[in-house]
Structure formats: C-alpha cells, structure tokens
C-alpha cells in the first residue's frame, strides 16, 4: 500500500464543485497496483462520484478489509476518516461506526475473497441490518494479493494461473444481496465509466444498504493454460537466482454500449466476458423479477449490469433500532455513561 501522495499540481481546465473543490481535492495516494487493474479505474470512479455530489472530504468514512480491493481507499479521498480492518471484518467496523456517527457518508470498499469467503457472515448481516453505506466490491474472481488462488466467485470451469479448472459452484454476490433483502442491488464492470459512476452516486445517495458488484479483471492472474509466455510456465521451466515476478504493462480495459445491449469483452488472457446492460423498460422494484432476469441471462453465460434492485421505502439501521436522532458523537459523556445504578437498574429487566 502507498502512502506517496499524488503532486499537488493543478490545471486551469479543473472545473470546481459547489465546495469549490476540484476532482484532484478527491484523490489519495500513488497507487502501487498492476498497470492496468480495473481496481484502480473504480478508484477513478468513486473519486468522480464524490466529486459530483459535493461531498466534503472529511465527511466521509472510508473502510477496507485485507486485499488488493482493500487498498482502494488509500487511493481516493486523503482527507476523509479511513480504517484498515482485518480480513473480512470491514462490515462490522462499517456497523459499529455508523451506529456511533450517522452523520458520515460511509464507503466500505471490498473484494470478492475478503467479501464472499471469510467475511460473508460480516456482509450477510450488514445487509440485513440495512446499515446505511456504500458496500463495493472489487469482483476479480481470485485472490490476486497471494498470487491468484481461486475465490468464491470464481466460475465453473475458470483457470488458475496453473491450468487448474475449478470445479466449485460460484457465490454471487448479486443473488445472495437479494435473497437477503438488500435495498439497493447493483452490478457493473470496472471498464463502463459511464455507467459505474452514476451507480455509485445512487448508491451513496440511498438511504440503507447500497451493495455494487464491479467485474474488475486481474491483468496478472488471468493469464491462460498452455500459454508459454505465462507467468505459471515460466516460474515451472526456469530456475530463477533471485525469486522476482515481473508483471507486464497493460491497457485500461473499457467498454461502452448501450442499455439493452449485449457487448463482449475481450481480456489480457484472450478470454472473454459478455456484458449485458439491463434495458431502459427494466423494473429496478421487482425483487422477483430481479433474480429470475439474472437467472436467465446468466444461464446464457451472460453478465448483467446496472441498477438492478431498489427498495427505498425500507427503514435502515438506526430506525429499526429506534435510537436517538443525533450522532452519539455529540452526546455528552455524562448521558452516555449515566453510572454503576443506571446499569444496574437496567439488568434487572433481563433477571
């Protein structure tokens, strides 16, 4: 993870928000991911949406797990409140803050293994507390931070970076958010611009729990079988000196196409992904309707992208708790820690 900030350098075509603050003022650290990642075209992303929606920095908290996902918040946002949890714990963090400061914009920014295998029990609940933020995850199908072992995400049939196939079923993120019950279901591809950043802004803008899934292609851990020019032939046919990977440069994969569309998308590794944008007609209200149009599409090896399911008429956290409307940030300690009697009294009800 970088802690270099970016130069503070300045263009006079850097047009100001209503704070008066340039798309620059969003930005973080130099990222130190692989030339090329789709996590850092979301990071880009993310710095648009907070941009447009005039979200003054250091109002918003931004949380991570342990991953090449969870790096993301170092690289946006440098003057917001940030946490580096444990792996897969991010969701708790999120639960916890929120319910002691509501007055921030949460942004909790995870990956397919931090989010589907250890912390799926963190996310499961997140959900269903309807915790008010912004939940990404960076969807690569592997764990590209210890050398891209297949997650559980991954799909039928995929490669590892040794020729294996994997022979699990997926999670989809997607379906498990809305058998749950999430109140805002989206998905998207790290290379659609046009598409995430609106999606984001919605999803910042709802009130309750906002989950966005972004296909983000690994441009180090995609490399097919066979290939002899792949990093797994070559660490097994040579006998390095020194144990060095060197990860090639690649082109920012990017994809415009219009709703209703199917649009097919070609990878580092030759291998390709079909895109298909939900169509202006679609029903973003039908939670049922929702999973069956996934079901099918996907049964045709298809993705579907967009907003996909909103419920704004669900209560979040802090109303199905009942708790008091200020932050308790700005409670007074004397009424926070009311004494031994007041406690006492209180655990007499559950004797």
């Known amino acids: 993870m970088s802690y270099i900030k970016k130069p503070s350098v300045t263009h006079p075509s850097l047009q100001p928000n209503e704070l008066g603050l340039t798309l620059r003022d969003y930005e973080g650290s130099m990222s130190t991911l692989c030339a090329g990642c789709g996590h850092d075209s979301i990071t880009a992303a993310i710095v648009r949406a907070l941009y447009e929606l005039d979200l003054p920095p250091h109002r ?7 991953g090449c996902s969870s790096k993301t918040p170092t690289y946006f946002a440098s003057s917001a409140h940030g946490f580096n949890s444990a792996h897969g714990r991010m969701p708790a ?4 803050a929120n319910a002691a400061n509501r007055e921030l914009a949460y942004i909790g920014v995870s990956g397919d293994g931090d989010s589907m295998s250890i912390g799926l029990g963190q996310l499961c609940h997140a959900i269903r507390r309807n915790v008010n933020m912004l939940y990404v995850i960076e969807n690569n199908g592997c764990y590209g931070l210890t050398k891209g072992q297949f997650s559980a995400s991954s799909d039928i049939g995929s490669k590892s970076k040794k020729g294996e196939a994997n ?12 058998t749950i019950g999430a109140t805002f279901v989206a998905r998207s591809f790290s290379g659609d611009k046009a598409q995430l950043v609106p999606i984001l802004k919605a999803g910042l803008r709802h ?10 292609p690994c441009v180090t851990f995609n490399d097919h079988e066979g290939s002899t020019k792949s990093y797994a032939y070559t660490r097994k046919n040579q006998l390095p000196v020194v144990a060095a990977d060197y990860i090639a440069e690649r082109e920012e994969i990017t994809a415009e196409y219009e709703p209703g569309s199917v649009h097919h998308v070609r990878l580092h590794d030759g291998g390709m992904v079909a895109l298909r944008k939900i169509d202006p007609s679609y029903d973003h209200t039908d939670r049922d309707r929702a999973y069956a149009y996934i079901r099918e599409h996907q049964n045709r090896g298809e993705v579907v992208t967009g907003l996909l399911y909103v419920n704004e ?39």
């Open 93 to 96: 963090i999120a639960t916890g």
């Open 60 to 66: 918003i908290a931004k949380l991570s797990g342990i």
């Open 167 to 178: 022979t699990m079923a997926p999670l989809d993120p997607v379906m498990m958010a809305l």
């Open 313 to 351: 008429d669900q209560e979040d956290m802090h109303a199905k708790l009942g708790t008091i409307p200020q932050s308790l940030t700005r409670v007074p300690f004397r009424d926070l820690c009311p004494g031994s009697q007041e406690l006492d009294r209180l655990q007499e009800r559950f004797r």
């Open 207 to 216: 009130n309750g729990f906002a989950i966005v899934d972004v296909i983000s």
